[in-house]
Each structure stands twice: as C-alpha cells, then as structure tokens.
C-alpha cells in the first residue's frame, strides 16, 4: 500500500513536441483559467483519456441477467411528466448565442458546413 501512494505522490515528466500556434493557443485558454500550462494540459489531457476509458468500458454478466437487461430493454417504463419536458427542452447548443465569434472561430464553423 505504502509502495502505491509513493507512486501516486512523486511526479513524474510528460514530454510533448508542440507547433507554436498550439502552445500559445493552450497557453491563452490557461490564463484566462487562471492555471498554468502544466495545469491545464494535464486536465485536458487526463479528462479525454477518461472519457476514452469511460466510452470503451463493457460489463460481463451470465446468460440470466443479460435477458433480465433485455427484457427491460424491450419494456420501458411509461414517460413521466419530467422526461415529457425534458424532450420539449432544446439542447444548449441550439439556443442561439448572442455571444461575439473571433473571425477564426467563423472560419472553423465555415469549414465544417456550418457547425
């Protein structure tokens, strides 16, 4: 157990090559979060490789439960007042924004059809 917090506890060296635009990209979106480039390459990093993890994660049951999951899949439950409003409710990102677009940002959301 001793040997496990050891590890956890001594920081250990991540090296990367990065073009300039990059670096200065994640350096500008650190400062305005206050952190510093480490920091926040780090968060960055380790929130994609959980959803990597998390994406990729299957669960192994006995041939019994699996037609138990089956058989709840097959019968949902009735639709209650909080999903009927749930679906009514738009997304986030099809509200529309009033908020200014840097003209880089227009020229990625051109270059992708729009999005």
């Not at 390459?41 to 192994?60: G, I, K, P, S």
């Amino acid at each position: 157990m001793k040997q496990m917090q050891t590890r956890e506890a001594t920081p250990v060296s991540i090296n990367i090559r990065a073009k300039a635009r990059q670096r200065d990209i994640i350096d500008q979106a650190a400062e305005r979060l206050g952190r510093s480039r480490s920091d926040f390459m780090l968060e960055a990093a380790c929130r994609a490789a959980e959803d990597v993890l998390l994406d990729q994660a299957f669960f192994t049951v006995d041939d019994g439960t699996f037609a138990q999951f089956q058989a709840l899949l097959d019968k949902p439950l009735p639709p209650t007042d909080k999903l009927r409003q749930l679906i009514k409710t738009k997304a986030p990102w099809e509200n529309d924004c009033s908020r200014a677009v840097s003209p880089r940002t227009d020229h990625v959301r051109s270059s992708v059809g729009g999005f």
